[in-house]
Protein backbone atom coordinates (compact mmCIF):
# COMPACT_ATOMS: atom_id res chain seq x y z
CA UNK A 1 0.00 0.00 0.00
CA UNK A 2 1.79 3.22 -1.49
CA UNK A 3 0.03 6.42 -0.04
CA UNK A 4 0.93 10.45 -0.32
CA UNK A 5 0.30 13.85 1.33
CA UNK A 6 0.00 17.21 -0.57
CA UNK A 7 -0.46 20.28 0.85
CA UNK A 8 0.13 23.95 -0.28
CA UNK A 9 1.48 26.38 1.63
CA UNK A 10 2.16 30.60 1.79
CA UNK A 11 4.04 31.80 4.87
CA UNK A 12 2.46 29.18 7.48
CA UNK A 13 5.41 28.41 8.76
CA UNK A 14 4.26 27.03 12.45
CA UNK A 15 1.64 24.65 10.65
CA UNK A 16 3.74 23.77 7.85
CA UNK A 17 5.91 22.41 10.57
CA UNK A 18 3.26 20.49 12.28
CA UNK A 19 1.88 18.91 9.33
CA UNK A 20 5.34 17.56 7.78
CA UNK A 21 6.12 16.29 11.26
CA UNK A 22 2.52 14.71 11.35
CA UNK A 23 2.68 13.10 7.70
CA UNK A 24 6.42 11.97 7.76
CA UNK A 25 5.49 9.99 11.03
CA UNK A 26 3.00 8.03 9.30
CA UNK A 27 3.98 8.17 5.63
CA UNK A 28 7.60 9.13 4.92
CA UNK A 29 9.04 12.28 4.08
CA UNK A 30 10.14 11.12 0.77
CA UNK A 31 5.96 10.82 0.28
CA UNK A 32 5.21 14.38 1.01
CA UNK A 33 4.42 17.08 -1.41
CA UNK A 34 4.32 20.72 -0.71
CA UNK A 35 3.54 23.48 -3.31
CA UNK A 36 4.51 26.56 -2.13
CA UNK A 37 2.94 29.58 -3.67
CA UNK A 38 5.96 31.62 -4.40
CA UNK A 39 9.82 31.16 -3.19
CA UNK A 40 10.22 30.64 0.15
CA UNK A 41 13.65 29.69 1.85
CA UNK A 42 12.10 29.02 4.89
CA UNK A 43 9.74 26.22 3.76
CA UNK A 44 12.20 25.05 2.41
CA UNK A 45 14.15 24.38 5.77
CA UNK A 46 11.05 22.83 7.30
CA UNK A 47 9.83 20.62 4.52
CA UNK A 48 13.20 19.46 3.76
CA UNK A 49 13.51 15.95 2.75
CA UNK A 50 10.03 16.18 1.13
CA UNK A 51 8.97 16.60 -2.32
CA UNK A 52 8.74 21.02 -2.80
CA UNK A 53 7.00 22.41 -6.02
CA UNK A 54 7.21 26.40 -6.30
CA UNK A 55 4.10 27.82 -8.09
CA UNK A 56 4.47 31.34 -9.42
CA UNK A 57 2.75 34.07 -7.14
CA UNK A 58 2.76 37.05 -9.70
CA UNK A 59 -0.95 37.26 -10.09
CA UNK A 60 -3.79 36.39 -7.72
CA UNK A 61 -6.65 36.91 -9.98
CA UNK A 62 -9.36 33.25 -9.90
CA UNK A 63 -6.22 32.44 -6.94
CA UNK A 64 -8.91 29.65 -5.31
CA UNK A 65 -10.72 27.94 -8.93
CA UNK A 66 -6.64 27.70 -10.19
CA UNK A 67 -5.55 26.73 -7.06
CA UNK A 68 -8.23 23.93 -6.45
CA UNK A 69 -8.04 23.12 -10.58
CA UNK A 70 -3.83 22.13 -10.10
CA UNK A 71 -4.39 20.51 -6.96
CA UNK A 72 -6.99 18.10 -8.53
CA UNK A 73 -4.64 17.34 -11.40
CA UNK A 74 -1.31 16.48 -9.36
CA UNK A 75 -3.67 14.64 -7.18
CA UNK A 76 -4.76 12.80 -10.19
CA UNK A 77 -0.94 12.56 -11.33
CA UNK A 78 0.17 11.57 -8.24
CA UNK A 79 -2.76 8.10 -8.26
CA UNK A 80 -0.60 6.71 -11.43
CA UNK A 81 2.19 5.85 -8.88
CA UNK A 82 0.22 5.87 -5.13
CA UNK A 83 -2.96 4.09 -4.17
CA UNK A 84 -3.86 6.53 -1.96
CA UNK A 85 -3.84 10.61 -1.76
CA UNK A 86 -4.49 12.43 1.37
CA UNK A 87 -4.83 16.26 0.37
CA UNK A 88 -4.85 18.18 3.47
CA UNK A 89 -4.65 21.84 4.25
CA UNK A 90 -1.09 22.45 5.60
CA UNK A 91 -3.22 23.51 9.17
CA UNK A 92 -4.99 20.02 8.85
CA UNK A 93 -3.68 16.87 10.69
CA UNK A 94 -5.48 13.67 10.16
CA UNK A 95 -5.76 11.13 13.14
CA UNK A 96 -7.82 7.80 13.55
CA UNK A 97 -8.59 6.27 17.05
CA UNK A 98 -5.79 3.55 17.37
CA UNK A 99 -8.62 1.03 18.71
CA UNK A 100 -10.74 1.64 15.80
CA UNK A 101 -7.85 1.53 12.95
CA UNK A 102 -4.49 0.65 14.12
CA UNK A 103 -3.19 3.70 12.74
CA UNK A 104 -3.28 5.62 9.33
CA UNK A 105 -2.21 3.73 6.65
CA UNK A 106 -3.81 0.22 8.18
CA UNK A 107 -7.14 2.39 7.82
CA UNK A 108 -6.88 2.94 4.66
CA UNK A 109 -5.68 -0.15 3.48
CA UNK A 110 -9.23 -1.63 4.35
CA UNK A 111 -11.07 1.23 3.47
CA UNK A 112 -12.53 -0.17 -0.18
CA UNK A 113 -14.97 3.52 -0.49
CA UNK A 114 -12.85 5.77 -3.38
CA UNK A 115 -13.35 9.26 -0.95
CA UNK A 116 -12.99 9.57 2.76
CA UNK A 117 -14.53 12.69 5.35
CA UNK A 118 -13.45 13.09 8.40
CA UNK A 119 -14.99 14.53 11.66
CA UNK A 120 -13.84 17.93 12.31
CA UNK A 121 -12.11 19.42 15.31
CA UNK A 122 -10.89 22.81 15.61
CA UNK A 123 -8.16 22.27 18.43
CA UNK A 124 -7.81 25.70 20.35
CA UNK A 125 -5.53 27.36 22.57
CA UNK A 126 -7.13 27.97 26.07
CA UNK A 127 -5.95 30.77 28.06
CA UNK A 128 -4.61 29.03 30.96
CA UNK A 129 -2.09 27.20 28.29
CA UNK A 130 1.24 27.73 27.56
CA UNK A 131 2.79 29.36 24.33
CA UNK A 132 4.13 26.98 21.64
CA UNK A 133 7.45 25.67 22.29
CA UNK A 134 9.05 25.56 19.03
CA UNK A 135 9.40 22.31 17.46
CA UNK A 136 6.52 19.99 19.76
CA UNK A 137 3.51 18.69 18.75
CA UNK A 138 0.12 20.56 19.16
CA UNK A 139 -1.19 17.27 20.69
CA UNK A 140 1.57 18.26 23.83
CA UNK A 141 0.52 21.18 24.36
CA UNK A 142 -3.00 21.79 23.45
CA UNK A 143 -6.15 19.88 25.05
CA UNK A 144 -9.25 20.72 24.02
CA UNK A 145 -11.51 21.06 20.28
CA UNK A 146 -14.87 22.26 19.11
CA UNK A 147 -16.95 19.97 16.77
CA UNK A 148 -17.60 21.09 13.96
CA UNK A 149 -19.21 20.21 10.67
CA UNK A 150 -16.86 22.88 8.98
CA UNK A 151 -13.98 21.05 8.88
CA UNK A 152 -15.72 17.89 8.66
CA UNK A 153 -13.93 17.12 5.03
CA UNK A 154 -13.28 14.60 2.35
CA UNK A 155 -9.32 14.27 2.79
CA UNK A 156 -8.38 11.13 0.97
CA UNK A 157 -8.91 9.59 -2.39
CA UNK A 158 -8.38 5.99 -3.90
CA UNK A 159 -9.63 6.95 -7.67
CA UNK A 160 -9.82 10.71 -9.80
CA UNK A 161 -12.25 11.92 -7.66
CA UNK A 162 -11.78 15.54 -7.49
CA UNK A 163 -12.05 17.92 -3.59
CA UNK A 164 -13.37 20.59 -3.31
CA UNK A 165 -15.48 22.65 -1.01
CA UNK A 166 -14.46 20.85 1.51
CA UNK A 167 -15.96 17.45 -0.56
CA UNK A 168 -15.83 15.52 -3.39
CA UNK A 169 -17.47 15.01 -6.47
CA UNK A 170 -18.79 12.17 -6.82
CA UNK A 171 -19.72 11.83 -10.63
CA UNK A 172 -17.36 10.66 -13.39
CA UNK A 173 -17.26 12.25 -16.24
CA UNK A 174 -19.10 9.38 -18.02
CA UNK A 175 -21.40 9.15 -15.23
CA UNK A 176 -20.30 6.62 -13.53
CA UNK A 177 -20.44 7.56 -9.56
CA UNK A 178 -17.64 7.23 -7.37
CA UNK A 179 -18.29 6.32 -3.71
CA UNK A 180 -17.34 7.92 -0.50
CA UNK A 181 -17.26 6.70 3.15
CA UNK A 182 -17.67 8.48 6.06
CA UNK A 183 -15.93 6.36 9.16
CA UNK A 184 -16.73 6.49 13.13
CA UNK A 185 -13.12 7.32 14.55
CA UNK A 186 -11.78 9.74 12.03
CA UNK A 187 -10.64 12.80 12.74
CA UNK A 188 -9.53 16.53 10.99
CA UNK A 189 -7.61 17.92 13.58
CA UNK A 190 -7.70 22.09 12.65
CA UNK A 191 -4.98 23.77 13.79
CA UNK A 192 -5.65 27.15 12.95
CA UNK A 193 -7.17 28.14 16.44
CA UNK A 194 -4.19 26.28 18.07
CA UNK A 195 -1.40 28.65 18.18
CA UNK A 196 -2.52 32.46 19.26
CA UNK A 197 0.75 33.88 17.95
CA UNK A 198 0.94 32.31 14.93
CA UNK A 199 -2.24 32.58 13.69
CA UNK A 200 -1.36 36.73 14.35
CA UNK A 201 0.79 36.33 11.67
CA UNK A 202 -1.20 33.88 9.45
CA UNK A 203 -4.19 36.63 9.96
CA UNK A 204 -2.13 39.20 8.39
CA UNK A 205 -1.38 37.56 5.20
CA UNK A 206 -4.81 36.34 4.94
CA UNK A 207 -6.47 39.83 5.11
CA UNK A 208 -3.79 41.26 2.52
CA UNK A 209 -4.57 38.06 0.13
CA UNK A 210 -8.38 38.98 0.51
CA UNK A 211 -8.23 42.61 -0.16
CA UNK A 212 -5.98 42.46 -3.29
CA UNK A 213 -8.66 43.91 -5.18
CA UNK A 214 -8.94 41.24 -7.70
CA UNK A 215 -11.52 38.73 -8.50
CA UNK A 216 -11.52 35.19 -7.53
CA UNK A 217 -10.15 35.33 -3.77
CA UNK A 218 -11.52 33.43 -0.50
CA UNK A 219 -14.58 35.58 1.37
CA UNK A 220 -14.84 37.02 4.21
CA UNK A 221 -12.91 34.66 6.95
CA UNK A 222 -10.13 36.07 5.07
CA UNK A 223 -10.94 39.46 4.59
CA UNK A 224 -12.01 39.87 8.27
CA UNK A 225 -10.08 37.40 9.63
CA UNK A 226 -9.63 39.26 13.23
CA UNK A 227 -13.33 39.41 13.64
CA UNK A 228 -13.64 35.86 12.55
CA UNK A 229 -10.91 34.76 15.16
CA UNK A 230 -12.11 36.78 18.30
CA UNK A 231 -16.31 35.18 17.04
CA UNK A 232 -14.67 31.83 17.35
CA UNK A 233 -13.06 32.07 21.09
CA UNK A 234 -15.94 33.94 22.15
CA UNK A 235 -18.14 31.23 20.87
CA UNK A 236 -15.88 28.04 22.36
CA UNK A 237 -15.93 30.40 25.67
CA UNK A 238 -19.37 30.21 26.20
CA UNK A 239 -19.61 25.92 25.63
CA UNK A 240 -19.38 23.47 28.47
CA UNK A 241 -17.12 20.55 27.62
CA UNK A 242 -19.29 17.63 26.63
CA UNK A 243 -17.84 14.27 27.29
CA UNK A 244 -15.45 12.84 24.53
CA UNK A 245 -17.61 9.54 23.25
CA UNK A 246 -21.21 11.37 23.70
CA UNK A 247 -19.89 14.47 21.85
CA UNK A 248 -18.20 12.46 18.69
CA UNK A 249 -21.18 9.98 18.83
CA UNK A 250 -24.05 13.00 18.68
CA UNK A 251 -21.52 15.25 16.02
CA UNK A 252 -21.41 11.57 14.00
CA UNK A 253 -24.74 11.17 13.41
CA UNK A 254 -25.84 15.34 13.01
CA UNK A 255 -23.43 15.53 10.51
CA UNK A 256 -24.02 12.22 8.66
CA UNK A 257 -27.51 12.35 8.13
CA UNK A 258 -27.63 16.07 6.87
CA UNK A 259 -24.70 15.61 4.38
CA UNK A 260 -25.37 18.23 1.28
CA UNK A 261 -25.15 17.17 -2.61
CA UNK A 262 -25.14 20.08 -4.87
CA UNK A 263 -27.11 18.73 -8.45
CA UNK A 264 -25.30 20.84 -9.92
CA UNK A 265 -21.77 20.14 -9.89
CA UNK A 266 -22.03 16.66 -8.30
CA UNK A 267 -20.06 17.64 -4.90
CA UNK A 268 -21.12 16.07 -1.99
CA UNK A 269 -20.01 18.04 1.37
CA UNK A 270 -20.79 18.46 5.74
CA UNK A 271 -23.46 20.67 6.70
CA UNK A 272 -21.90 23.33 8.02
CA UNK A 273 -22.50 23.40 11.58
CA UNK A 274 -19.87 25.21 13.36
CA UNK A 275 -20.18 24.60 16.91
CA UNK A 276 -21.13 21.17 17.62
CA UNK A 277 -19.68 20.42 21.14
CA UNK A 278 -16.55 21.17 22.93
CA UNK A 279 -14.18 18.37 24.39
CA UNK A 280 -11.25 17.44 25.75
CA UNK A 281 -8.85 15.48 23.57
CA UNK A 282 -8.35 11.31 24.24
CA UNK A 283 -4.91 10.99 25.52
CA UNK A 284 -4.09 9.02 22.19
CA UNK A 285 -4.34 12.16 20.45
CA UNK A 286 -0.36 12.55 21.55
CA UNK A 287 0.83 9.53 20.09
CA UNK A 288 -1.18 10.52 16.73
Same mark, same amino acid.
Given at each position: ???????????????????????????????????????????????????????????????????????????? &??????????????? #????? =???????????????????????????? #??????????????????????????????????? =???????????????????????????????????????????????????????? &??? &???????????????? #??????????????????????????????????????????????????????
Amino acid at each position: MKICAITMVYRDYWALAQWIRHYSKHLGIGNLYVMVHGPDEKVNEIAAGANIWTIPRDSLEGFDKRRYKMLNQFQS &GLLQFYDWVIRTDTD #ELICV =DPDLHGSLDRFLSQTSDEAVFATGLNVF #EQADEQEMPEGVSVFDCRAAAVITGNYSKAWAVKA =DAPLMRHGVKLTTPGGKPYSYSFPHGVYLAHLKFANIDALADVNVTRKEVARAGVS &GLP &GWGWKRADDHTKKFFI #EAETLNFTPWTDAVANAFERITTDMKYDEKDGVIRAPGIPYLAKVRLPKWFKDT
